[in-house]
C-alpha cells in the first residue's frame, strides 16, 4: 500500500505518520508538506530513517507539483490533512484558508481521480457542525447535524466537505471523511490551546483565556485520531462520512487548572482576557457509527492523556523552545496585543458583565 500523508510535518499527521509506519511496517508513507509556520522538518527525523518513507517539500495548491508526484508514486490511499488549521488567524487572515483549505483539496481531488486512487480520505472537523448550546448537555453531533460554520476556518473546512462529497457524486471518486473533535498530544505547535498554556506555565508567563473560560470541547487523544483514520480507510464504508471523538468535554478553565496543577503552577497566572470573536461555545460528538461500523472508541481519558502531554513536552522542551523563541514571538505579540485583559479573576469578569448589564 503506498499513502500519501499530506500535511504530515503538522501536529496530527505527523502523529499518524509514526502510527502509520508502526502499526503496518510495509505500508510506504509520502509526505507532502509546505513546511508552513506549523510545519516542523524535525518533528519527522525518526521518520526519515525508514526506508518506506519519503518527505517531499510542496503545497498541495500547486497543481504541478502535486500531478506529478501522483504520477510517479502511483499512490493507493490519500490522507489530506495539509490545511491552515488554527481559528485565530482565520479571523487575521482568511484568505489563506480558502486557498489551501479548500483549492488544495480540489487539485488532491483531481489528481487522485487522473492517477486511480482507490481511496481519498479528507480529514475534517467538528466545527463544520457550528457549536451546541452550554446548558443542553443532552445534544451532541452526529454525522446529519446540519453544517452551520463560525469562523473562516471552519467555513473553509466545511466548503471542502461539501467538494469532496460533490466528487463522490458526480466523479464516483471513492472518498471517506472523518470529522474529529480536539485533538492533545505530542508535536502540536504551541498556538493551540494545551501546548500553549504548558509552555507558558513552564515559564511563569501569563496564561490567557477567553472570555470567561466557560466554553467546552471535547477533547482527544491524538493517537487515537489516527487509530480511527487508519480504520476508515481499511474498513470505512465509501462516500460515508465518520465522527471521531467522544464524552471528554471540559471547560478551557478545567483544561487550564488541570495543568498548572500538574505543573505545581500557581493559579494567579490565570489571565482573562477579550473573547475571540465568534467563539462557538460547545463541541461534543456522538461515535456511535463508528463504534458500531468499525469497533472504534476512544480510551484515552483526559486525566491520562494530559498527563502524557504534559511530560512529553517536559521531555522535549528543545522542540517548542526552538518554535516560540522565533517568529513566533512577534505572532502571540500581534495576536494578544490587542486583547484586553478582562481580569485576573473569574468573579471580577462576573461583577464587571453584571456592571455592564445593568448600564447596559
Ligand atoms: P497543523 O497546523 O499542526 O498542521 C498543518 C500542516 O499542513 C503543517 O505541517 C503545514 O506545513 C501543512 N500545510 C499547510 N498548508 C499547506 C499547503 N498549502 N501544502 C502542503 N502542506 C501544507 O494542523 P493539525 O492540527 O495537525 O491539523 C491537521 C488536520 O486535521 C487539518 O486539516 C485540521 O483541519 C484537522 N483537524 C484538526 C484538529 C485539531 O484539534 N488540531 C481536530 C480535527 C481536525
Ligand atoms: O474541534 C476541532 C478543532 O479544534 C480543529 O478543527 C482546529 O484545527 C483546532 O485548532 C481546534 O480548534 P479550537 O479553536 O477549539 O482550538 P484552540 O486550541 O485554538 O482553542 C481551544 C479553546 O481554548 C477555544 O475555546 C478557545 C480557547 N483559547 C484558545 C487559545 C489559543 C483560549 O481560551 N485561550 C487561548 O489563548
Redesign the pocket.
Known amino acids: 500500500m503506498n499513502i500519501l500523508v499530506?500535511?504530515?510535518?503538522?501536529?496530527?499527521?505527523s502523529n499518524f505518520i509514526y502510527y502509520m509506519l508502526e502499526k503496518h511496517p510495509s505500508y510506504r508513507i509520502v509526505c507532502?508538506?509546505?513546511?508552513?509556520y506549523?510545519?516542523?522538518i524535525s518533528t519527522l527525523e525518526k521518520a526519515m530513517k525508514n526506508n518506506n518513507f519519503r518527505f517531499v517539500k510542496?503545497?498541495?495548491?500547486d497543481k504541478d507539483l502535486v500531478f506529478k508526484l501522483f504520477r510517479e508514486e502511483k499512490f493507493d490511499v490519500v490522507v489530506?490533512?495539509?490545511?491552515?488549521?488554527?481559528v485565530d488567524r482565520s479571523i487575521d487572515n482568511p484568505e489563506l484558508f480558502l486557498k489551501?483549505?479548500i483549492l488544495?483539496t480540489q487539485i488532491l481531488m483531481d489528481a487522485s481521480i487522473k492517477y486511480n486512487v482507490k481511496r481519498y480520505h479528507q480529514?475534517?472537523?467538528?466545527e463544520v457542525y457550528g457549536d451546541l448550546p452550554l446548558d443542553r448537555t443532552d445534544l451532541f453531533f452526529t454525522e446529519g447535524t446540519p453544517i452551520q460554520t463560525s469562523s473562516p476556518y471552519s467555513a473553509s473546512?466545511a466548503s471542502a466537505d461539501l467538494l469532496v462529497q460533490a466528487y463522490y457524486r458526480t466523479y464516483k471518486l471513492p472518498i471517506t471523511i472523518s470529522?474529529?473533535?480536539?485533538?492533545y498530544g505530542p508535536y502540536?505547535?504551541p498556538e493551540?490551546l494545551i501546548p500553549l498554556i504548558i509552555s507558558r506555565a513552564l515559564n511563569d508567563e501569563p496564561l490567557p483565556v477567553y472570555g470567561k473560560g466557560e466554553n467546552i470541547r471535547d477533547w482527544i487523544y491524538v493517537e487515537e485520531?489516527s487509530e480511527a483514520i487508519d480504520l476508515i480507510i481499511n474498513n470505512g464504508k465509501v462516500g460515508e462520512v465518520y465522527n471521531i471523538g467522544g464524552h471528554n468535554e471540559k471547560t478551557n478553565l478545567e483544561v487550564v487548572e488541570t495543568i498548572i496543577d500538574e505543573l505545581g503552577k500557581s493559579k494567579e497566572l490565570i489571565t482573562f482576557v477579550s473573547d475571540r470573536p465568534g467563539h462557538d461555545l460547545r463541541y461534543a460528538i456522538d461515535p456511535t457509527k463508528i463504534r458500531n461500523e468499525l469497533g472504534w472508541e476512544p480510551k484515552i481519558r483526559f486525566n491520562e492523556g494530559i498527563k502524557m502531554t504534559i511530560k512529553w513536552y517536559l521531555d522535549n522542551q528543545e522542540w517548542w523552545e526552538d518554535i516560540i523563541s522565533g517568529e513566533y514571538m512577534n505572532y502571540y505579540d500581534k495576536m494578544y496585543g490587542d486583547r484586553k485583559i478582562i481580569s485576573d479573576n473569574i468573579k471580577e469578569v462576573a461583577i464587571e458583565e453584571m456592571a455592564t448589564e445593568k448600564d447596559g
Not at 510542496?58 to 495548491?61: E, H, S, V
Not at 480529514?123 to 467538528?126: A, C, E, K, L, Y
Not at 470529522?179 to 485533538?183: A, F, G, V
Open positions: 499530506t500535511g504530515g510535518a503538522g501536529f496530527i499527521g507532502l508538506d509546505l513546511l508552513t506549523a510545519g516542523n510542496g503545497d498541495i495548491t489530506n490533512f495539509a490545511a491552515e488549521s488554527h489551501t483549505n488544495g480529514v475534517s472537523t467538528d473546512k470529522r474529529c473533535s480536539n485533538n502540536q505547535f493551540k485520531h
